[in-house]
């Protein structure tokens, strides 16, 4: 397939991908889990690789380690071939899959003695500090002594995180870490990923809830049967797929939708719950001061202007959309980002509802409605 | 942008050098069988079986056969014994010591009538350990931290081995020391003093044993990974004990039997032979088997 981004192309100066991985292809039995894939792992970020269940971010990941092995396509990790230089690759990676993969019938510290050793730190006084330490850092230190049978499935992902950079990694990969997790384990969980990348790591992170990639994502690889859509910043994605400036705006009394439709610059105009309340689709930030002044030449009283962002959430929408519609794999988006008027605005919105109609009937992520 | 297309192909990726014996270490080797015997120490399920199956074969079985002839001085039993020993080889009749007709059945079964312990109980817990060692990292998805970790496939396999192994070896050894010591206890004033273990069960305990108990290993870690789950892989690992220890038995009967000589013969058979299942059985353990994806292999 072809890559879709801009903002992957490398610049002048720019250090090299700890990950890289082009046209990488891998099927099991009938199944093609990867279907091409390339993605590239900035160093020092973090990288959320976004998609539904079986779209191939667990064997991406696993092909980043050189667990699983490609039967096409190349894969480097830190410049090496991980089919070839495997040890080496893997003692620098640190790995939490989405089942904790931990021994039950252990204690919490033997887990963790036996991944230091397994990694060459060895045993002794020493390596127990750092166990200890590790553990602290992710506040399950009071429980190493105990089996991890009877662990929470909280404490068992803390345990396995704990595990995961142990042995001081230069890249560390999470497969779904917060599966299973209760809202408040799953933020604290979220807050030690994003302090991981404090201390200079690359971190990679699947997941297929937008909520957790919000805010925490560097760099967004949008997944789907095996195979990337689009990758970027948010700021990128949001740049390339989302239409224009969207602002929010609040009178004293109901607004009056006519009075819009006459105001230039103004390309879609959606209602919001309250009548008094309404979503203004602009041609671009400069047109916000010209259009508030004719909203208040036309009489009507402001109590709210607020620029909204959109979210991941909206964002993946949108580009599944648009790959819905094909026009993402033959330009690489980039159609969508020149803009070509009044039209892409109303598609979008119209589009992305509708996605999240079909969302709200398959269990799909975001499926409670537009905002 | 779009990235740098790579011609790819349908066919593998050539795996160049990966993983080969000269990159070895037994170091963790070491490690992983010590965390998988800590993990069977660590479930009292598991061995308070072991132990019981040992004190059967090794303790009461022999203790109560022996007790039956040397001290209760059961004729009718004795009479029958006799009679059982008249179709040993002529070669084996003529070690038997003893100066009574008691002393001599007790000497007779107990060098060579019980060596069915030695082999049952090795084969039994082995395969039962090592039938679930691959699949059982699959099934607890702890396959996926052993293959993300940097020890190679054959690490893994040898670990592996040696967990499964020892236990059921360790076991046996040390019923084997309680075994020598009932004996001696027992038949040792009916024959003059203690006098086993002998040359031919020295010859079975440590050259003829340990190889079949590796190769008949050698099979089951190969199914262990290759089954679904652990239930399949201790249905089909029975299937397989079960004629190894036939031919385990009869070997090591053949053994008992024979002259010395056919001790080693029979020992170095055997250790060509799981040599020869070791080697082809390191293949079996892959990463995408511990992960348990469907290679279509």
């Known amino acids: 397939m072809t890559a879709t981004s801009s903002p992957d192309a490398p610049a002048a100066g720019t250090p090299d991908p700890v990950v890289s991985l082009v046209g990488v292809r891998r099927r099991f039995g009938q199944v093609d889990a990867l279907a091409g894939l390339d993605l590239e792992v900035p160093a020092n970020r973090i990288t959320v690789l976004l998609g539904p269940n079986g779209a191939g971010k667990t064997t991406a990941i696993r092909m980043i380690t050189g667990a699983l092995d490609p039967h096409a396509g190349q894969v480097r990790t830190f410049g090496l071939d991980p089919s070839v230089h495997g040890e080496e690759v893997r003692r620098r990676c640190g790995v939490v899959s989405a089942k904790p993969a931990l021994y039950d019938r252990l204690d919490g510290h033997a887990n963790l003695a036996y991944s230091a050793e397994l990694y060459g730190l060895g045993r002794g006084d020493k390596i127990d500090q750092r166990i200890r330490a590790a553990a602290a850092r992710f506040g399950i230190e009071h429980a190493l002594d105990k089996r991890v049978g009877g662990f929470s499935t909280g404490m068992k992902t803390r345990l396995a995180l704990a595990r995961s950079i142990l042995h001081e990694p230069d890249l560390l990969l999470f497969d779904e870490p917060t599966s299973g997790l209760d809202p408040e384990s799953s933020h604290a969980v979220l807050d030690m990923i994003r302090e991981m990348t404090d201390d200079g790591r690359t971190v990679v992170m699947c997941t297929h809830l937008l909520l957790e990639a919000e805010g925490l994502a560097d760099k967004v690889i949008v997944m ?3 195979d990337d859509l689009v990758s970027g910043t948010p700021t990128d994605l949001t740049r390339r797929f989302w ?14 939708h006519d009075v819009l439709k006459a105001i230039p ?12 309340q309404v979503r203004l689709h602009l041609d671009g930030d400069h047109r916000t001061p010209d259009v508030i002044t004719a909203l208040v030449a036309n009489g009507l009283r402001l109590t709210r202007v607020e620029p909204i962002s959109p979210t991941l959430e909206d964002l993946y929408f949108a580009v599944r959309t648009k790959r819905v519609a094909g026009e993402i794999a033959e330009d690489g988006g ?13 598609d979008l919105s119209s589009v992305t509802d509708r996605t999240r109609q079909v969302a709200a009937l398959t269990g799909w992520p975001g499926s409670e409605g537009p905002r | 942008m779009t990235a740098p297309t790579v011609p790819v192909t349908d066919a593998p990726a050539p795996r160049a050098t990966r993983e080969g014996w000269r990159d070895l270490s037994w170091r963790r080797v070491k490690i992983v069988a010590r965390s998988d015997m800590r993990q069977l120490i660590e479930d009292k399920g598991f061995w308070m079986p072991m ?19 040397t001290k209760i001085g059961n004729v009718e039993v ?21 100066q009574s007709p008691e002393g001599k059945t007790a000497y007779a079964l107990a060098v060579f009538l019980l060596a069915p312990i030695a082999i049952v109980v090795p084969l039994t817990i082995s395969t039962a350990i090592g039938a679930s060692t691959i ?3 699959r099934e607890r998805g702890t396959g996926e931290f052993l ?45 003059g003093g203690w006098f086993f273990p002998t040359g031919s069960w020295w010859i079975l305990m440590l050259w003829v044993v340990p190889p079949f108990l590796a190769l008949t290993l050698s099979i089951v870690l190969r199914l262990s990974a290759r089954v679904k789950s652990t239930a399949a892989a201790q249905q089909a690992a029975g299937l397989v004990t079960l004629p190894m220890i036939a031919i385990a038995y009869s070997q090591s009967t053949g053994a008992l039997f024979g002259a010395s000589s056919a001790g080693f013969v029979i020992g170095i058979i055997a250790w060509v032979l799981a040599v020869f299942g070791l080697s082809r059985g390191m293949r079996a353990v892959s990463r995408s088997r511990l992960l348990g994806v469907n290679d279509g292999v």
């Open chain 1, 265 to 276: 610059g103004i390309r879609q105009i959606e209602p919001v719950a309250e009548p008094e």
């Open chain 1, 224 to 226: 789907e049967d095996g």
């Open chain 2, 135 to 137: 699949v059982g990292e």
């Open chain 2, 78 to 98: 004795v009479s029958q014994m006799s009679k059982t020993l008249e179709v040993l080889p002529a070669q084996a009749q003529a070690q038997i010591e003893g």
């Open chain 2, 147 to 191: 293959a993300h970790s940097p020890a190679h496939e054959k690490e893994i396999y040898l670990g592996k081995l040696i967990a499964s192994l020892v236990p059921g070896y360790a076991t046996t050894l040390a019923g084997f020391g309680v075994y020598s010591l009932i004996v001696n206890l027992l038949v040792g004033p009916e024959v």
């Open chain 1, 243 to 256: 239409p224009g400036t969207v602002v929010l705006v609040g009178s004293e009394a109901p607004i009056d």
């Open chain 2, 51 to 69: 132990v019981f199956l040992g004190a059967i074969f090794f303790l009461i079985i022999p203790t109560v056969l022996l007790l039956t002839i």
């Open chain 1, 334 to 346: 980039r159609r969508l980002a020149d803009g070509d008027g009044v039209d892409d605005g109303d």
